[in-house]
Each structure stands twice: as C-alpha cells, then as structure tokens.
C-alpha cells in the first residue's frame, strides 16, 4: 500500500517522532490528522508544514492520549519493569491482531516499530524529577545507557514507518531501529513468521 492519497492519524505528531514522521507521510502524498497535548507546538507545526504542503494536506487535533476522557481505553504506561512489559506486550498484540486480521481477510495490516533512544523532547525529560518520579535516581543509569547505545534521529523511524505501510506483505511485522543495525526486523523461532 502506497500513502499517495492515503489519510494517516499520528499521534505525538507536533515534535520528535511523531513530526518526522507527518513530514515522510506528506512527502509521500498523504493527508495528516496530527493529535498531540501540547497545542501550542501543534500549532506551530501545522503552520510550518502548511507553508510547505497547503492547509488542505494536514488537521490538527489537541488530544492527550493518556487521558481516558479525551481518549478512552489507553492508560499511561509506567516507566521500567511496567514499561518494558508493556512493550513485550504490544509485540504480542501486534502479532495476534494481525494473525485475526489476515484469517479474518479484514484488508489491514497491523505492525510495530520499536526504535532505541530517540532524539526527541520526551528524552530530555529524564532531566526533571516531576517527570521520572521515583526513578529519577536512575538518570544518570539511563544517560549511560543513551552514550552507550547511541541516540537516533526521529526521521530514520518515520523511513522505517513508512516503508513498512508501503510493504503490502508486512502484517504481524516487528521492526526494530538501533543505531548499530538501523532497521531490522525481529526474527522469530521456525515455527513463528516475523510476517503474518
């Protein structure tokens, strides 16, 4: 599936990820809804990206995905042990849905994308105690981490994104992004397809 003419909803989209990968799906000819909670910098993004593409190619919505009253159904995710489980737990869904959707011949894809650290605001809040509770003691554990493992630039996951909704074959699909491998998918065990 090509994104010309498409209409793709990001959320995150006013900065980091989320605005890398508005401008990759514009360049491609589709038409954005961009939700973020910071209207402010949803704004200002719209703006600059309607000088470049016209207003007609993108909508902004302020919406906080945490809050069950603007957005029923998601929770926010704790940091750590809850954190990472919740990733392994959004491989695992990724994969039954899009098994149900290939049995079920629903005409959708569903497939994630799990980068490393990425150079976006949401990275620089480890810095603030308000933001990381009781792990902010960790700060300087999980700056080693960042030198260690490498930051990646939002745009390198908007390529990525991107090429897995041009890919008609990728379904159930897990792409990793590293700085040490940049895109590469998961591969499972024989009897498990990384593609549904």
């Known amino acids: 599936m090509y994104a010309n003419g498409k209409v793709a909803l990001v959320t995150g989209a006013a900065q980091g990820i989320g605005r890398a990968m508005v401008e990759e799906l ?7 809804v961009m939700v973020d909670q910071n209207r402010i910098s949803g704004e200002e993004c719209k703006a600059s990206l309607d000088e470049q ?27 750590q042990p809850v954190y990472s489980a919740s990733k392994h737990g959004v491989i695992g869904f990724t994969r039954s849905i899009a098994a149900l959707a290939s049995i079920g011949n629903y005409g959708v894809r569903i497939n994630t994308v799990c ?55 990728a379904n159930g699909a897990v792409m990793k992004i590293t700085t040490s491998r940049g895109i590469h998918f998961e591969e499972f065990g024989a009897h498990q397809k990384t593609k549904v």
């Open 115 to 169: 980068p490393a650290f990425v150079d976006t605001p949401l990275l620089e809040s480890i810095e603030k105690e308000e933001n990381m509770g009781e792990f902010f003691k960790y700060k300087d554990n999980i700056k080693d981490m960042m030198k260690s493992f490498g930051v990646l630039d939002p745009s390198l996951i908007a390529k990525g994104m991107v090429s897995l909704i041009e890919d008609d074959g």
């Open 53 to 79: 593409f016209g207003s007609h190619r993108t909508m902004f919505i302020q919406c906080d995905v945490t809050d069950q009253e603007q957005l029923r159904g998601l929770t926010p995710a704790a940091y």
């Open 26 to 32: 514009l360049h491609k000819g589709a038409n954005l």
